[in-house]
C-alpha cells in the first residue's frame, strides 16, 4: 500500500512538473499579485420577458421617436429666410446704370475701397457653392459686416436679407437717381456653413444657402451613405448638444420629424456599425457578434444568426439579455427569456434588443455534469493504470 502511494505521489510531482516545461505558450503566473476582492459579491434584478414586457417596450420606443429633436429656428421650411453674413459675395445690379453695378470684368470689390483680381478672389477658401452659384465676382462682405457703395457710402449688410439690403441702397440712392431700381442676390455663399463627417462618399463643408438645408439634403450633396453607414443613429451636434436622429425612419416610413433642418454651425456624423452590434454567447452553435438590421434586431433574429442554440448542452430556460444602462454603466440590467414557455417563440420575435447587448444562453446542469467527467475521468483513469501495473 505504501508501494502505492510513492508512485502516486511521483506520478501526480511528474504531472505538475510537466505543465511548466510543456511545449506551447502559457503565462507564469508566479510573478502576478492579485487583490484579494472582500466585497460582497452584487446580485442584479432580472426582469423576466413576458407580453407585458414587450408591450411597455413598444410604448416607450413610440415616445422615443417624438421626442428629443433639436431645436430649430424655424418652424418649417416655409419660413426660413436666408440672412447676410460676412464672407458672403453679393451682387449688386442697378438697372440703367451699369457704372454702380457689380463688374462682371476682370476686379471686383472687396468690400472696401480696393479692389482684388480675379487670381487673388479664386484663393480665398471657401465653401463649394450650389449649381448656378460658382461666379465669385461681386462685393466681399467685411468682417465688420459691412460693404461699401458708391454715393451711399459704407452699408451695414451682415444680418439682412438681400430684399432689406436691396430697399437700404435704394433708398441712399433716391438723392442722385431718379426712381433707382436695385436688386441684390448672394453670388457666393460663403459665411454659413455645415460640417458632413463620418462613412458617405464625400464628407466635407457644405455652405448654406437661400435654399433650406435638411439632414436629407446634406447626406445627399455629400454624396449619399456608404454601404457600412449606419443611418439609423445620425449624430447631430448643434450648439454643444449631441441629439441622435434615424434617417431610416425618414426614408423606409416617411417620418419627416428626422428631417431637420440645419443651420450654421451644425455637425453631422454618419457612424458605421461598430456601435449597432450584438453579442451572442454561451450555448450556441457558433457564438458571434452581428449588426443590427436597419436599427431593429430580435432574440430570434440573433439566435438564428448564431445557428440556434445548443440541442444537449444549452439550457432553455436560462436565455439572458444582458444591457448596460447609459446613466448607470456600472449596473447592467438583465432580462430572462423562458424558451419552455408556449408563447416564448412568439415573445423572442418581438423583443427588441439595442447596440451592445449581450445575448447569453445558459447551459443545462447534465452539460456542466458531463463536462465535469471529461475533466476528472482522464486523471481516474491514470490512476487506475498506475495501481495495475505496480500490482
Known amino acids: ?53 414587450v408591450m411597455q417596450q413598444m410604448q416607450a420606443a413610440a415616445a422615443a421617436q417624438k421626442s428629443d429633436l433639436p431645436p430649430g429656428k424655424y418652424a418649417s421650411a416655409a419660413d426660413y429666410v ?12 442697378v438697372y440703367d446704370h451699369p457704372e454702380l453695378s457689380t463688374p462682371q470684368g476682370s476686379t471686383f470689390s472687396s468690400g472696401g475701397n480696393t479692389t482684388q483680381t ?27 459686416g459691412t460693404i461699401y457703395f458708391p454715393f451711399v457710402g459704407r452699408v451695414q449688410a451682415a444680418g439682412k436679407t438681400p430684399g432689406q439690403l436691396r430697399d437700404q441702397l435704394a433708398s441712399g440712392l433716391g438723392p442722385y437717381i431718379k426712381n433707382p431700381q436695385v436688386d441684390v442676390r448672394v453670388l457666393s455663399y460663403r459665411s454659413q456653413k455645415i460640417q458632413v463627417t463620418g462613412d458617405v462618399k464625400t464628407p466635407g463643408p457644405l455652405s448654406m444657402s437661400d435654399v433650406p438645408l435638411t439632414l436629407i439634403d446634406a447626406i445627399t450633396r455629400s454624396g449619399g451613405y456608404t454601404d457600412n453607414a449606419d443611418i439609423n443613429r445620425v449624430r447631430l451636434t448643434r450648439n454643444g448638444k449631441l441629439y ?9 416610413g416617411g417620418d419627416a420629424s428626422q428631417n431637420v433642418m440645419l443651420q450654421d454651425g451644425d455637425i453631422i ?36 444568426s448564431a445557428g440556434g442554440i445548443l440541442d444537449t448542452d444549452a439550457n432553455p430556460r436560462q436565455i439572458f439579455v444582458m444591457r448596460h444602462q447609459k446613466n448607470n454603466p456600472s449596473q447592467p440590467e438583465f432580462y430572462r427569456l423562458d424558451m419552455t414557455k408556449p408563447d416564448a417563440i412568439m415573445l423572442s420575435s418581438q423583443f427588441q434588443l439595442e447596440p451592445l ?22 486523471t481516474i483513469q491514470t490512476v487506475f493504470y498506475l495501481k495495475q501495473l505496480t500490482r
Open 1 to 53: 500500500m505504501r508501494k502505492l502511494n510513492l508512485m502516486t505521489a511521483l506520478a501526480l510531482s511528474a504531472f505538475v512538473a510537466a505543465c511548466s516545461t510543456a511545449p506551447g505558450n502559457y503565462l507564469d503566473t508566479s510573478s502576478l499579485k492579485e487583490e484579494p476582492n472582500n466585497q460582497p459579491q452584487q446580485k442584479y434584478d432580472v426582469h423576466l420577458i413576458t407580453s407585458q414586457l
Open 82 to 93: 436666408y440672412h447676410i453674413a460676412p464672407q458672403d459675395i453679393l451682387g449688386v445690379t
Open 118 to 144: 480675379v487670381g487673388q478672389a479664386l484663393t480665398q477658401p471657401y465653401t463649394n457653392a450650389l449649381p448656378g452659384e460658382a461666379d465669385p465676382y461681386g462685393q466681399t462682405v467685411a468682417k465688420d
Open 244 to 252: 441622435v436622429l434615424d434617417a431610416n425612419r425618414l426614408l423606409d
Open 269 to 304: 456624423n454618419i457612424p458605421d456599425h461598430s456601435d449597432s452590434r450584438v453579442f451572442v454567447m454561451g450555448e450556441v452553435k457558433t457564438p458571434i457578434q452581428t449588426n443590427m438590421i436597419r436599427g431593429k434586431l430580435t432574440i430570434a433574429d440573433a439566435l438564428t
Open 357 to 378: 447587448d449581450v445575448v447569453y444562453v445558459g447551459t443545462a446542469a447534465s452539460a456542466t455534469f458531463n463536462r465535469m467527467l471529461q475533466e476528472v475521468l482522464p
